[in-house]
């Protein structure tokens, strides 16, 4: 079972970015959909970027297209997460998970692994 790592997640004033990083130990991200979720105090988690196992597609939630990007390197087996103009409503603990297919990352089935999570609050 690969193991996730975030990290890059801290305080950005609103209008900021943001690249979060998911390491991956024990397997490859390339063999499996990666995807980014986030979970704000009182909300259910919500998934809001996701990766096809082959790198080609992606998805993104409405709440953060065109101001995010998910892309992924290969050689550093490392998944990222770049956000811009962020608001204070993404403030949120990020989570990368790893599934076995697309559909089930996008239907929050992951039945791979997650990371520990990173918090990204955004405030002024």
């Known amino acids: 079972q690969v193991q996730l790592v975030e990290s890059g997640g801290g305080l950005v004033q609103p209008g900021g970015s943001l690249s979060l990083s998911c390491a991956a130990s024990g397997g490859s991200v390339t063999g499996y959909a990666m995807g980014w979720f986030r979970q704000a105090p009182g909300k259910e988690r919500e998934v809001i970027a996701a990766l096809t196992k082959n790198g080609e597609s992606t998805w993104y939630a409405e709440s953060v297209r065109g101001r995010s990007t998910i892309s992924r390197d290969n050689a550093k087996n490392t998944v990222y997460l770049q956000m811009n103009k962020l608001k204070t409503v993404d403030t949120a603990v990020y989570s990368c998970?790893?599934?076995?297919?697309?559909?089930?990352?996008?239907?929050?089935?992951?039945?791979?692994?997650w990371g520990q999570g990173t918090q990204v609050t955004v405030s002024s």
């Open positions: 998970a790893a599934a076995s297919n697309f559909a089930r990352l996008l239907a929050r089935d992951v039945d791979g692994s």
